[in-house]
Every structure is written in structure tokens, then in C-alpha cells.
């Protein structure tokens, strides 16, 4: 398995665009979670998936935010009418619960920067 | 709410001249305290998770360690490729990890 995977990489948009971030968890884990990263800061938590459902949401999730995750497997992060404080690295992460144990793995990330 | 502080930000060490981060936490039920290493503009890449106090892992020149209010990373004698910000997460009861701010560690050879 080749890891998580985040697509794009980069994305640079205008202000007032919408844009959608799409990740694809380690194939086995059922967990899948959402976390933003600005310049200089450790990761912040958006949003957890446990299978297609979504159960827990940060109150840093506005609702211009909106995340699927339809059949399990990959989801999709989306921003509707961006702002210039949207710009940030968004991180994927995906895990699965083994006994007591819970290891979270990060993909690459998307950096967006909204101009 | 769950705080997370890790000190120092920046770190300059040369070539095997070994030191330690710190990263104080202040969580309600800690359910395992993960260390992480993050290069720049990649993800952070998993390196250890300690379940209570007095629990010790090591990994190459890295070593953690945990008391009920901190956790250390001790870098002993560092190479340039140790050089990356390195995050410390403890979990609580639920799901999301809480982050701390990093350190940055940069070693010149």
C-alpha cells in the first residue's frame, strides 16, 4: 500500500472561487480525518469519518466547508466562496482502530492559496 | 479545553550535539501522546505514540519519553537529516488529536 494520497497538491484560486480537495485513505483503515495547518502552526482539526459517516465536526468548520465521504472509501473536502484566510495546507489523515491502538497516517497534503 | 505547548519554537543544533524538546500538555483523560516529524511542505510522517507515564520508545537517535504533564524528545547526536519540525499530539477521549505548535529543528553539519 502506497499510503494516504491528496489531490492536487497545490491549488491557487481566487477569492469568492470554490474548490474541492479529494483524499484517499490507506485502503484498509475505516477512519478518515481532515486537518488544516497555517504557516508556523501544528494541524488543526476539521472533520472525522468512521466509514461513510460523518461524527465530529470542529467549530473551525464553517459552512462554506463541506466534507463527503460517500462510500467509505476516498473523500472530498469542499470550500465554497473562498476567502484569503482559507489559505493553508490542508492534511488528510486515515487510521484504524486495532485493540487500544490508533495510529493516524497524513498524506502529503493540499496547499491552497487563495489570492 | 485541551492545551498543547511546545518549546523551544527553533532549535540550532550542530552536528552531533544532542538535545531535548519538550512538549507540556494539559488534556482530560489522555488516551496516548503521539510525536510526529513534518519536513517542509510535506505531512507529518508518525514516529512514536506513548500510552502513560513513565513509557520510553526509541527510534534511532530519537527517544521519547512521558510524564503525566510532558513528553520529551531526546535527539542524540543529531545528523542534518534530523533536521524537520517535529509535533507532539496528545489524544483525549474522542477522536482528533491536538496539536502543539512544533519545533523546528534545523542541524548544521
Known amino acids: 500500500d502506497t499510503g494516504v494520497s491528496q489531490d492536487p497538491r497545490h491549488k491557487i484560486t481566487k477569492r469568492g472561487q470554490n474548490v474541492t480537495f479529494r483524499c484517499d485513505p490507506i485502503?484498509?483503515?475505516?477512519?478518515l480525518y481532515w486537518y488544516r495547518q497555517t504557516l508556523g502552526q501544528g494541524p488543526e482539526f476539521l472533520t472525522y469519518?468512521?466509514?461513510?459517516?460523518?461524527?465530529?465536526k470542529s467549530r473551525l468548520l464553517s459552512d462554506r466547508f463541506s466534507a463527503e465521504r460517500p462510500k467509505g472509501s476516498f473523500s472530498t473536502l469542499e470550500i465554497q466562496r473562498t476567502e484569503q484566510g482559507d489559505s493553508a495546507m490542508y492534511l488528510c489523515?486515515?487510521?484504524?482502530?486495532?485493540?487500544?491502538?490508533?495510529?493516524?497516517?497524513f498524506g502529503p497534503g493540499t496547499r491552497l492559496l487563495v489570492l | 479545553e485541551d492545551q498543547v505547548t511546545q518549546s523551544p519554537e527553533a532549535l540550532r543544533l550542530q552536528e552531533g550535539e544532542s538535545s531535548s524538546l519538550n512538549c507540556s500538555y494539559t488534556?482530560?483523560?489522555?488516551?496516548?501522546l503521539f510525536w510526529y516529524r513534518q519536513d517542509p511542505g510535506k505531512g507529518p510522517e508518525f514516529l512514536f505514540t506513548?500510552?502513560?507515564a513513565g513509557e520510553e520508545k526509541e527510534k534511532e537517535r530519537l527517544k521519547a519519553t512521558l510524564t503525566k504533564k510532558e513528553s520529551f524528545l531526546h535527539i542524540t547526536a543529531p545528523k542534518p537529516e534530523d533536521s524537520a519540525t517535529y509535533l507532539c499530539?496528545?489524544?483525549?477521549?474522542?477522536?482528533?488529536?491536538?496539536f502543539g505548535g512544533g519545533t523546528r529543528v534545523l542541524v548544521k553539519p
Open positions: 489523515a486515515s487510521s484504524s482502530r486495532q485493540g487500544s491502538v490508533e495510529t493516524q497516517y
Open positions: 485502503s484498509e483503515h475505516n477512519r
Open positions: 469519518f468512521q466509514n461513510e459517516a460523518q461524527l465530529e
Open positions: 488534556v482530560s483523560g489522555l488516551r496516548g
Open positions: 506513548l500510552y502513560s
Open positions: 499530539a496528545p489524544k483525549a477521549a474522542g477522536n482528533k488529536l491536538t
